[in-house]
């Protein structure tokens, strides 16, 4: 049965309320994972140890009633360790396929730029077809698959750069900053009793509210929310403005333009509308292109960043009224 707009905007408040309960602030990247989430897409998350990241999937994880698989990536890891492998069973004298942590609906890939590429590239598969290939045999992962994967800063000693590829397969490049000084001291405060987010997640306070089943469900009711025909050209406008500015190597390409829009309508539904604007275009751009471009090594001397290319753009392509 298809599920109403209504019923979508109704869901998505609950699980932001269950999951509010065991993370403090951060409401802007709550928002975009259940964006990426709805929309079947994955997600990057990057920052420094210690502010929440693995708690934050952890949580989605129980709230929206998926599995919830971790890898941790280490540079020994091999990709056999992600997607499994087939082990010789001397009793029945035949090979048993022994599956990977990837088969599962939630996958936190923690710090993986610390493996190196060959490991990083195991996943491309399953986040672009959701199928795994072992030994020559195709298997099929959940519809709800999902990857967190989560990274430190570049610069922080033993990491290796995503390649191009994988890190176009996420939607959002989501930066998880420090807690402001009163969630911190609402952190700590909550820590000195028995209310400490690990706490309230372990206790079962926070509650499932949908499952894997509800959720396809609900993404089909996202083709309800009204993207006009100027939204989309103003979307495909932004995404080739960055192909063609003098500053970028390496522009954004079509799978950009996909995830940009299907976030836009997203987002539309998360605030409780049921159609589209070119605020949501706008409040999405960054996250949605900001990993997939490089800039020229020259204007990276003269300290350009990517977010303020990404301001240059947006201020050279008109705003449809």
């Not at 994972?33 to 708690?55: D, N, R, S, Y």
């Not at 939607?171 to 209310?195: C, H, S, V």
């Not at 006009?228 to 190597?249: G, K, M, N, Q, S």
């Amino acid at each position: 049965m298809t599920e109403s707009l209504d019923q979508l905007k109704a869901a998505l408040a609950e699980a932001r309320a269950e999951i509010g309960k065991v993370i403090i602030g951060q409401h802007n990247v709550v928002d975009h994972a259940l964006i990426a989430i709805f929309t079947g897409q994955h997600v990057l998350v990057e920052g420094v140890p210690g502010v929440g990241k693995t708690l934050l999937v952890r949580t989605l994880a129980k709230v929206l009633g998926g599995d919830f698989s971790r890898i941790q990536f280490t540079p020994d890891l091999m990709p056999a360790d992600i997607t499994g492998t087939s082990v010789f069973n001397l009793k029945d004298n035949t090979f048993v396929l022994v599956k990977g942590p990837v088969f599962t609906s939630f996958l936190l890939a923690d710090e993986i730029n610390r493996a190196p590429a060959k490991t990083q590239s195991a996943l491309l598969q399953a986040m672009q077809e959701r199928l795994v290939t072992i030994d020559n045999e195709t298997h099929t992962l959940p519809a709800s698959f999902t990857v967190f994967a989560t990274q430190n800063p570049v610069e922080y000693e033993g990491t290796y750069p995503l390649p191009e590829a994988q890190k176009d397969r996420f939607m959002f490049k989501l930066n998880i900053d420090y807690p402001t000084r009163d969630e911190e001291l609402n952190l700590a405060n909550r820590m000195l009793g028995a209310e400490s987010p690990e706490a309230v997640l372990a206790s079962g306070a926070v509650r499932q509210v949908l499952s894997a089943e509800r959720i396809a469900s609900l993404r089909e009711a996202l083709h309800q929310v009204t993207v006009r025909d100027e939204l989309v050209t103003y979307i495909v406008d932004l995404v080739r403005a960055t192909r063609e500015h003098e500053a970028v190597l390496v522009g954004a390409g079509p799978r950009a333009t996909q995830s940009l829009l299907l976030a836009s309508r997203a987002r539309a539904a998360l605030d409780m509308r049921d159609f589209v604007t070119p605020d949501d275009v706008r409040a999405l751009t960054e996250p949605v292109l900001g990993h997939r471009l490089m800039l020229r090594p020259e204007f990276e001397i003269e300290g350009l960043t990517i977010g303020e290319l990404i301001t240059r753009v947006l201020e050279g392509v008109a705003v449809p009224r």
